[in-house]
Nanobody, 124 residues
Framework: QVQLVESGGGLVQAGGSLRLACAAS????????MGWFRQAPGKEREFVAA????????YYADSVKGRFTISRDNAKNTVALQTNSLKPEDTAVYYC?????????????????WGQGTQVTVSS
């Protein structure tokens, strides 16, 4: 099974940018649909973005469209989330997740594999 490790989180001022990365190991990375989710304190985990096996299809939550970009490099076994124009409401722990199937990519329950998360804090 695949193991996932996120990196790139941190503290940034509103309007700033961060590039989150997720490194995969232990399985054939190109066999997995990859997703990014986030969870703020006291809130449920919510969908951010997802990308198909070869990167041909991408999906975004309405709240991040036009600001965030998901991409993957199957040669390097990584998926990235470029976050621009960050807002205080983007503050959360960001998780990457993997699934072999592309069904309801916005639903956390569709992803069996998860990383440990990376904290993103946006100050106003």
């Amino acid at each position: 099974q695949v193991q996932l490790v996120e990196s790139g989180g941190g503290l940034v001022q509103a309007g700033g940018s961060l590039r989150l990365a997720c490194a995969a190991s232990g399985a054939t990375f190109s066999s997995y649909v990859m997703g990014w989710f986030r969870q703020a304190p006291g809130k449920e985990r919510e969908f951010v973005a997802a990308i198909s096996w070869n990167g041909g299809r991408t999906y975004y939550a309405d709240s991040v469209k036009g600001r965030f970009t998901i991409s993957r490099d199957n040669a390097k076994n990584t998926v990235a989330l470029q976050t621009n124009s960050l807002k205080p409401e983007d503050t959360a722990v960001y998780y990457c997740a993997a699934s072999r199937i592309l069904v309801d990519p916005a639903t956390p329950g569709r992803y069996p594999y998860w990383g440990q998360g990376t904290q993103v804090t946006v100050s106003s």
